[in-house]
């Protein structure tokens, strides 16, 4: 399909799930240019596959695109450029002003920079689980992996953030990357 | 079971991907275990700390934008009317093309920058309330699908009340009210988060009724939660608070909740 019915229907599908798709490239790719650039591509280039879509969940077809997009974008981009702008950690923070919040909002900054700085294959995983609450078999189609994979890469994601949070500092995690 | 198998089942279990034969084996080990309970306290720690909102990057609204223009221009441009016109879906057959595409996806950009104000707008302790309403959900729901939804079956408060006892720090005043219509119909231990809790189930007509009986320090409850057609209202049981789950109507559900509190 192709023209308007597709552009209208994709169009819906990416501005339901434009959060998650953001969120998703954002984490993949470490700053907003890339990730805003590539949920954009996905988005044409999802406008232009839309009869290739055989049914099943649509939201994990739209993030199983965007994620080919970023992951494009990483190997076009090699290390020609800085990967992140870690000293921005934060998107925006659910600390106002108020010095109660302080802890809680460090304690996220720290948490942060653990995660940016997990390899990416436990950093997708975590982000579509946590953050998109997706199951283990949606998280399985938008990785194109088996859900055995899936799991043991939760596990092993979260084993290896518990450990970087009792351990290493924060800011030393975040330079590393 | 032992503690290897159970380490490796509890990141399925937080995630509530167990079916309820693996979770009830789980569960009995964790009741024995307390370096696995553990654990699972330090797994749901990193849950809730990962699930702040803080953590997370919403879209820019430039970029919905942009989306939606290159999508009204792509619609713009489609002249001819697709050979497999009839193969999309039904929602975006006959829209028409042009301006008023366009204008189309400007309330489309409109109306989902207005959920992402609603998403966004609790405070991050809405984040464990959510999480809370999450877990009673998944429970039920689990409790609906299984062979039975109580592990001690009576109808006898003198028969439940005790075998609540020596399982969670503090026995739940147990009711029953056959009388009224909504009869005990057992009780069981689920975990909420990390946590033990009695649940007191009762039966209505055709509708099961969990009552969970939550810890002190539990998350307060979303004032109001309601998915697919399942509420969650709060309760007070013996001075405790506690979490109604059911698909009850608003008047037999306010009937049961005054029956409940005339025990608390």
Redo the contacts between chains.
């Keep these: 399909?192709?023209?308007?019915?597709?552009?209208?229907?994709?169009?819906?599908l990416?501005?339901?799930h434009?959060?998650a798709?953001?969120?998703l490239g954002?984490?993949l790719l470490g700053n907003?240019h890339d990730?805003?650039d590539a949920?954009?591509d996905a988005?044409?280039r999802a406008?232009r596959a839309a009869?290739t879509y055989s049914g099943g969940n649509a939201r994990a077809w739209w993030l199983a695109i965007v994620r080919n997009c970023c992951l494009a974008r990483l190997s076009t981009r090699g290390r020609e450029r800085a990967l992140d702008d870690t000293t921005t950690v934060?998107?925006?923070?659910?600390?106002n002003d108020v010095e109660e919040?302080v802890d809680?909002?460090q304690?996220?900054v720290r948490?942060?920079a653990h995660?940016r700085a997990l390899p990416a294959e436990f950093r997708e995983a975590?982000v579509l689980?946590?953050?998109e609450d997706l199951?283990?078999r949606e998280i399985a189609d938008v990785l194109g992996v088996p859900i055995g994979t899936v799991?043991s890469r939760?596990?092993r994601g979260?084993a290896l953030?518990?450990r970087a949070?009792a351990t290493g500092p924060a800011a030393e995690a975040a330079d590393g990357l | 079971m032992d503690c290897n198998d159970s380490r490796?089942l509890l990141?399925?279990y937080l995630?509530k991907?167990l079916d309820r034969a693996e979770a009830r084996e789980l569960e009995a080990h964790l009741d024995g275990c307390a370096a696995c309970r553990a654990e699972l306290t330090?797994?749901d720690a990193?849950?809730v700390?990962?699930?702040?909102?803080?953590?997370?990057?919403?879209?820019?609204a430039?970029?919905?934008e942009?989306?939606?223009l290159?999508?009204a221009r792509?619609?713009d441009?489609?002249?001819?009317?697709?050979e497999?016109?009839a193969?999309?879906?039904r929602?975006?057959?006959g829209?028409a093309?042009g301006w008023l595409?366009l204008a189309?996806?400007c309330v489309?950009?409109f109306g989902?920058g207005g959920m992402?104000v609603h998403n966004w707008s609790p405070?991050?302790g809405g984040d464990a309330s959510a999480l809370l309403a999450h877990d009673l959900f998944a429970s039920h729901w689990r409790a609906l699908v299984a062979a039975s939804p109580v592990d001690v079956v009576s109808s006898d408060r003198h028969t439940v009340k005790p075998w609540f006892a020596g399982k969670v720090a503090q026995a739940p005043v147990v009711a029953d009210f056959a009388e009224q219509g909504f009869a005990l119909v057992g009780g069981r231990i689920d975990y909420i988060g990390a946590q033990r809790v009695p649940v007191l189930a009762y039966r209505h007509g055709q509708h099961l009724i969990d009552v969970y009986v939550l810890p002190p320090d539990a998350a307060t409850l979303p004032s109001e939660a309601r998915e697919q057609g399942y509420s969650i209202e709060r309760a007070t049981l013996g001075g405790q608070p506690a979490a109604v789950v059911s698909d009850l109507d608003g008047i037999e559900l306010a009937k049961f909740e005054r029956l409940l509190s005339t025990r608390g």
């Design positions: 399909m192709s023209g308007i019915a597709a552009s209208a229907w994709v169009g819906e990416a501005q339901r434009l959060d798709a953001y969120n954002r984490w907003d990730a805003a949920v954009h988005y044409v406008a009869h934060l998107p925006r923070t659910a600390a919040r809680a909002a304690s996220s948490l942060a995660l975590l689980r946590e953050f199951s283990y799991m939760l596990s979260r953030l518990q949070l | 490796s990141d399925a995630d991907e330090r797994l990193l849950r700390a990962l699930r702040d909102r803080a953590l997370r990057y919403p879209a820019p430039a970029l919905r942009r989306i939606a290159t999508a792509d619609t441009h489609a002249h001819a009317v697709p497999d016109y193969a999309a879906p929602a975006v057959r829209r093309p595409a189309a996806a489309l950009a989902a992402i405070r991050s």
